[in-house]
C-alpha cells in the first residue's frame, strides 16, 4: 500500500526514529524540512545548499512539538529560540518538501536544497578525451562535491510549478 502525506500534523509516517529536541536558531526551520548544526550543539538552522551538511528532519505535533512552538502549517517556521523535534534514523518514512522545479521518480536519489527542502541528485559523469594519454585526478576530502544523497523518493512526484510534500526514505 503507499504512503500519502497525511492531512494530520505529523511528518514521521514510518519507521523509529530517533527524536531530539533541539533549540532553533534563524527563520528556515519548518516541519518537514532539512535542518544542521546551529552555532551552538543544542542549535539548528535550516539547510540552504546542496552542499550543507544536514543532521536531520524537522518534525511536528506528532513528533513532541510543544503546542506553543508548534507552527500553525508545514509552510511556517518555528520561531527562533524555540524548541523542535528533530527526526533522524535510516529507514524513517516521512514527509518532506520537493523544490519547485524538480521533478522525480519514485527511488530518485534526493539530496538538500535551498530552504529545507531537497531535490534530485545528479548524476556525476566523467568525460575521457579521444587520444589523451594521461589524466590527473585530485580528489580530497569525503564529503560528495555536489551535496550528500539525504533521502530516497517513494512516489512520483512532479513540483514543476512549486514546491511540493513529497513521501521520502530517509538516509540520514
Do not use: C
Not at 67 to 95: C, F, H, N, Q
Amino acid at each position: 500500500m503507499p504512503f500519502k502525506v497525511p492531512s494530520g500534523r505529523k511528518v514521521v509516517l514510518a519507521g523509529n526514529p530517533v527524536i531530539e529536541e533541539l533549540t532553533v536558531e534563524g527563520a528556515l526551520v519548518k516541519p518537514s524540512r532539512l535542518v544542521k548544526k546551529g552555532t551552538l550543539a543544542t542549535q539548528v538552522v535550516g539547510v540552504d545548499a546542496p552542499t550543507d551538511k544536514p543532521s536531520g528532519w524537522v518534525g511536528w505535533d506528532n513528533e513532541g512539538a510543544h503546542p506553543e512552538a508548534s507552527p500553525a502549517t508545514r509552510d511556517t517556521a518555528y520561531t527562533a529560540a524555540k524548541k523542535a523535534p528533530i527526526i533522524y534514523g535510516p529507514g524513517t518514512i516521512l514527509v518532506a518538501k520537493l523544490a519547485s522545479g524538480q521533478n522525480v521518480t519514485k527511488d530518485t536519489p534526493l539530496i538538500p536544497a535551498a530552504n529545507g527542502e531537497v531535490q534530485a541528485a545528479a548524476t556525476e559523469t566523467t568525460v575521457a578525451t579521444a587520444g589523451s594519454s594521461h589524466v590527473t585526478v585530485a580528489l580530497a576530502g569525503s564529503f560528495p562535491a555536489g551535496g550528500m544523497i539525504v533521502a530516497l523518493a517513494k512516489e512520483n512526484k512532479d513540483a514543476s510549478a512549486g514546491a511540493l510534500d513529497v513521501i521520502v526514505e530517509s538516509l540520514i
